[in-house]
């Protein structure tokens, strides 16, 4: 190697740091844009005249539970608009003021057996969608473990029903045994010909 010649050694070139830039703290939190909540279900009114608004807490339950077979806004119509003309003397819905608590205008006809008690009790439906006991304890008895999931393991657990977001996800289970032919007070339209 000619002595004369300097070996090229390449300078290194600073890098420019970003202006305005902190790297994160490792000891705070990533941050996080909250979920949009969906806009709440809207349907046409009991009286056919406008359209009535869902509270938003039963909507998001129904989208939860129901939006992934599209059935989501036709659960809140089974829950407050068939047509007056379609039931004789119960043409209001299964629960046209939303009602989720006790509430004297729920629909009850006549009495069951309690399979767990064996003692008869009077028939009543509870919450958002009206849930049976009788169903209920149908559900018990027949699909425990699915029940158990949604924390439901006694027959003294119906009066978890009056919890809206409770009640819908067992008015699912419902739903996908037989569709909306297991309200009484669906529209016709929404029931399965036999």
């Given at each position: 190697m000619n002595p004369n010649l300097k070996q090229l050694i390449p300078t290194p070139v600073p890098t420019p740091s970003p202006r305005g830039y902190l790297p994160a703290s490792p000891t705070s939190p990533p941050m996080q844009t909250p979920a949009p909540t969906p806009a709440p279900i809207q349907i046409p009114s009991a009286s056919g005249?406008?359209?009535?608004?869902?509270?938003?807490?039963?909507s998001n339950s129904l989208l939860t539970s129901f939006d992934d077979v599209g059935e989501?806004?036709?659960?809140?119509?089974?829950?407050?608009?068939?047509?007056?003309?379609?039931?004789?003397?119960?043409?209001?819905?299964?629960n046209t003021q939303f009602q989720t608590g006790p509430t004297p205008t729920d629909f009850n006809s006549g009495s069951i057996i309690n399979p767990f008690t064996g003692l008869a009790e009077k028939s009543e439906d509870r919450?958002?969608?009206r849930i049976n006991n009788g169903t209920f304890y149908d559900l018990l008895r027949r699909k425990p473990k699915t029940m158990e999931a949604l924390g439901l393991t006694s027959y003294r657990d119906f009066?978890?029903?009056y919890d809206p977001e409770l009640n819908i996800r067992v008015a699912r289970i419902i739903f996908d045994e037989g569709g909306w032919n297991r309200w009484y007070g669906a529209p016709s339209a929404y029931k399965i010909k036999p």
């Open positions: 005249k406008g359209i009535t608004t869902l509270p938003q807490n039963l989501a806004t036709r659960a809140a119509q089974v829950m407050h608009h068939p047509p007056q003309s379609q039931i004789k003397g119960y043409g209001t819905g299964e919450g958002a969608l009066d978890k029903m």
